[in-house]
């Protein structure tokens, strides 16, 4: 009991407990991986669960509305309402409960069975992604916590830019329905490996909803939760809809979307650590240069992405640029309420689910009034207002370029 209680407290753990610590956090990290990559799966199968369902793009879109629009909800809540939980026991709930979900995804005869998925689905994301992210420092010792904490939230990243061409993939070669069935398969391994690699954590003291709330009053927060929302907001709702503009405007063939977006992944988890090593000096000056990236790559795809070679490049650009959007904000929001950053987590989850969910449905609503191609336009114009939002908010006590 000595070895668990040094783990929990951040302890140094010698030997043998030192590599279970680590193992107990990649098993977190694989949770976090596992629950985005669930929430972000219909992006590229849209057109197949679109067909299947005998439902418009634009309704299909509302698959990841859901997910989000719930996710959004349950994260801030989750922490209040199962505040007095041991986390192990919770976060293996909430996995089996995602595992549950997907398979119910897979099988789903029309809409309304596949709405119920993905509301269980949103719920279990939402819980997970919100308790793991104050983890990391109850696993290791206290000087690696820092290192433990990017690792979880790692698997966030790669989740965002690698879990739609993974799925896109599996479902050009089995079948969208193959596609949940791995996810949920991926599910019941991280499920078990958290039972048997996660100590026990008892919870600490429980915070009620109305000091997170709070946390809206701090300028500095405020500014970042804005322009977290603005670039996701941006980005779901033109990359929610980007198979069927890669097919209509850019003429790509079915065959290849799947190899474009993993050209998208790829550069993404570049992204995701040149802004790591980048935002320790400016973490203004990184979310500007996000901002503009993200902004003109996703506006010039309608003009210079009309072929294949453009459209790989764009993305490759657009990939480049959002998988450093995770790390960048969650530094910012950590500078701005160090003092309360599982409060501060909280907002952020609660917040970027919320910022998919209003993205996905402004897309499909500009998707099937105006066209597939009129998202970049609304996708970019939001990224755009990030970049005004980052250049004149309030920047956290050293966030500025060279901590200015």
Same mark, same amino acid.
């Given at each position: 009991?000595?070895?668990?209680?040094?783990?929990?407290?951040? !302890?140094?753990?010698?030997?043998?407990?030192?590599?279970?610590?680590?193992?107990?956090?990649?098993?977190? %990290?694989?949770?976090?991986?596992?629950? /985005?990559?669930?929430?972000?799966?219909?992006?590229?199968?849209?057109?197949?669960?679109?067909?299947?369902?005998?439902?418009?793009?634009?309704?299909?879109?509302?698959?990841?509305?859901?997910?989000? /629009?719930?996710?959004?909800?349950? %994260?801030?809540?989750?922490?209040?309402?199962?505040?007095?939980?041991?986390?192990?026991?919770?976060?293996?709930?909430?996995?089996?409960?995602?595992?549950?979900?997907?398979?119910?995804?897979?099988?789903?005869?029309?809409?309304?069975? =596949?709405?119920?998925?993905?509301?269980? /689905?949103?719920?279990? =994301?939402? @819980?997970?992604?919100?308790? &793991?992210?104050?983890?990391?420092?109850?696993? +290791?010792?206290?000087?690696?916590?820092? #290192?433990?904490?990017?690792?979880?939230?790692?698997?966030?990243?790669?989740?965002?830019?690698?879990?739609?061409?993974? @799925?896109?993939?599996?479902?050009?070669?089995?079948?969208?329905?193959?596609?949940?069935?791995?996810?949920?398969?991926?599910?019941?391994?991280?499920?078990?490996?958290?039972?048997?690699?996660?100590?026990?954590?008892?919870?600490?003291?429980?915070?009620?909803?109305?000091? +997170?709330?709070?946390?809206?009053?701090?300028?500095?927060?405020? #500014?970042?939760?804005?322009?977290?929302?603005?670039?996701?907001?941006?980005?779901?709702?033109?990359?929610?809809?980007?198979?069927?503009?890669?097919?209509?405007?850019?003429?790509?063939?079915?065959?290849?979307?799947?190899?474009?977006?993993?050209?998208?992944?790829?550069?993404?988890?570049?992204?995701?650590?040149?802004?790591?090593?980048?935002?320790?000096?400016?973490?203004?000056?990184?979310?500007?240069?996000?901002?503009?990236?993200?902004?003109?790559?996703?506006?010039?795809?309608?003009?210079?992405?009309?072929?294949?070679?453009?459209?790989?490049?764009?993305? &490759?650009?657009?990939?480049?640029?959002?998988?450093?959007?995770?790390?960048?904000?969650?530094?910012?929001?950590?500078?701005?309420?160090?003092?309360?950053?599982?409060?501060?987590?909280?907002?952020?989850?609660?917040?970027?689910? @919320?910022?998919?969910?209003?993205?996905?449905?402004?897309?499909?609503?500009?998707?099937?009034?105006?066209?597939?191609?009129?998202? =970049?336009?609304?996708?970019? !114009?939001?990224?755009?207002?990030?970049?005004?939002?980052?250049?004149? @908010?309030?920047?956290?006590?050293?966030?500025?370029?060279?901590?200015?």
């Amino acid at each position: 009991m000595a070895k668990i209680d040094d783990l929990t407290a951040g !302890a140094p753990a010698p030997g043998n407990a030192a590599v279970r610590a680590w193992l107990a956090v990649l098993a977190v %990290a694989a949770g976090t991986f596992t629950v /985005v990559t669930s929430e972000m799966l219909p992006v590229g199968l849209l057109t197949p669960i679109g067909d299947a369902l005998d439902i418009t793009e634009g309704t299909a879109g509302l698959t990841l509305t859901v997910t989000g /629009v719930v996710g959004a909800v349950s %994260a801030p809540l989750v922490t209040s309402a199962v505040g007095r939980l041991d986390r192990r026991l919770v976060l293996c709930a909430l996995m089996a409960l995602l595992t549950a979900a997907n398979v119910l995804a897979a099988w789903s005869p029309d809409f309304t069975v =596949m709405t119920v998925a993905r509301v269980l /689905v949103g719920i279990g =994301m939402g @819980g997970v992604w919100s308790l &793991a992210g104050g983890l990391a420092v109850r696993l +290791v010792p206290a000087k690696s916590a820092g #290192t433990a904490t990017s690792m979880v939230f790692s698997g966030i990243a790669v989740a965002s830019v690698l879990g739609v061409p993974a @799925g896109t993939y599996i479902g050009e070669r089995a079948g969208w329905r193959a596609a949940f069935l791995v996810i949920a398969a991926l599910g019941i391994v991280v499920t078990l490996a958290m039972a048997v690699l996660l100590p026990p954590l008892p919870a600490g003291q429980p915070v009620g909803p109305g000091g +997170v709330l709070r946390l809206f009053g701090n300028p500095e927060v405020a #500014t970042g939760l804005a322009v977290v929302a603005l670039l996701v907001c941006g980005h779901f709702a033109a990359y929610t809809y980007v198979r069927p503009v890669l097919e209509d405007v850019s003429g790509v063939n079915a065959g290849l979307v799947g190899a474009l977006l993993l050209v998208y992944g790829v550069a993404g988890v570049a992204g995701n650590f040149l802004a790591g090593a980048r935002v320790r000096r400016s973490v203004k000056g990184t979310l500007l240069v996000i901002s503009g990236v993200l902004a003109v790559s996703v506006l010039l795809i309608p003009g210079l992405g009309a072929s294949t070679p453009g459209a790989l490049t764009l993305l &490759a650009v657009w990939g480049l640029a959002y998988g450093g959007v995770s790390v960048s904000a969650q530094t910012w929001l950590s500078k701005a309420a160090p003092s309360a950053r599982e409060g501060v987590t909280s907002l952020f989850v609660g917040v970027f689910n @919320g910022a998919i969910a209003v993205g996905a449905t402004a897309g499909g609503r500009m998707a099937d009034g105006f066209g597939t191609g009129s998202v =970049m336009w609304l996708g970019g !114009a939001l990224a755009f207002g990030a970049l005004l939002t980052t250049l004149f @908010g309030r920047v956290p006590s050293g966030g500025g370029a060279r901590g200015d």
